[in-house]
């Protein structure tokens, strides 16, 4: 059977030491005079879209409602990610196994890489850079400048890979790799699998409770991992 792989990135693939939040605070910086209201939003398992307007929400911001208005504040946001990853003002750290693991995957017959991600396109593709990990490794992907709402982005995946499955992947053929209960739960319209790995915030009871087919402190094992992704 073939398989889509899809991974998130965020506390999955790597960690920004809060590059991501430092950037889409300043990006609201001259929109505010306090940022207080933030301190309590989580951005784990959320799109990039998401989190801007429920920030913006918790100011009482007048527009936290307009698409329009959420998409220039994202865009503000990745020059500001652009500067705190690639100017030194951050350090980013890949997780462990992920190398092995992504190596292993490619070597895989039928097997496609992708990304399922709240990061809007250009942000994941400036996170795994400074990761120093190639893009053009994931030949699909699906992110929050796609939809706000991550339960989307499992069906958009598998649209995209229509032209080299010769068909929409489905069920078990659909693997996502996640470390929150929103990655474990958003690709259920399509019956795709979750593989949980608590190197977020969440930990692994979290992940089996929101439906993991599998969960694992990290993803070091590359062995157990891949018979979880590609068994039956």
Known sequence: MRRLVLFDIDGTILLTSGAGRRAITAALAGEMASHDAFEHIRFDGKTDPQIVAELLEAARH?????????????HRYVALLEAE?????????????????????????????????????????????????DPARFRIGAYGSDS????????????????????EPRGSEVIIIGDTPA??????????????????????????????????????????????????
């Open 183 to 232: 990655d474990m739960t958003c690709g259920l319209s399509i019956g795709a699998r979750a593989i949980g790995v608590a190197t977020g915030s969440y930990g692994t009871g979290d992940l089996s409770a929101a439906g993991a087919h599998a969960v694992f402190g990290d993803l070091s094992d590359t062995a157990l991992v891949l018979e979880s992704i590609l068994g039956e």
């Open 148 to 167: 706000a709402h991550r339960p989307d982005l499992p069906a958009i995946a598998a649209r995209r890979a229509h032209p080299l499955f010769g068909r």
């Open 62 to 74: 007048p527009s936290a409602s307009d698409s329009e208005y959420i998409s220039a504040v994202c």
């Open 85 to 133: 990853l690639l100017e030194g003002r951050s350090r980013t750290t890949v997780m462990p196994g992920i190398f092995e693991l992504l190596d292993a995957l490619e070597h895989e017959a039928g097997v496609v890489l992708g990304l399922l991600t709240g990061n809007v396109a250009r942000g994941a593709e400036l996170k795994l850079g400074a990761a120093g990990l």
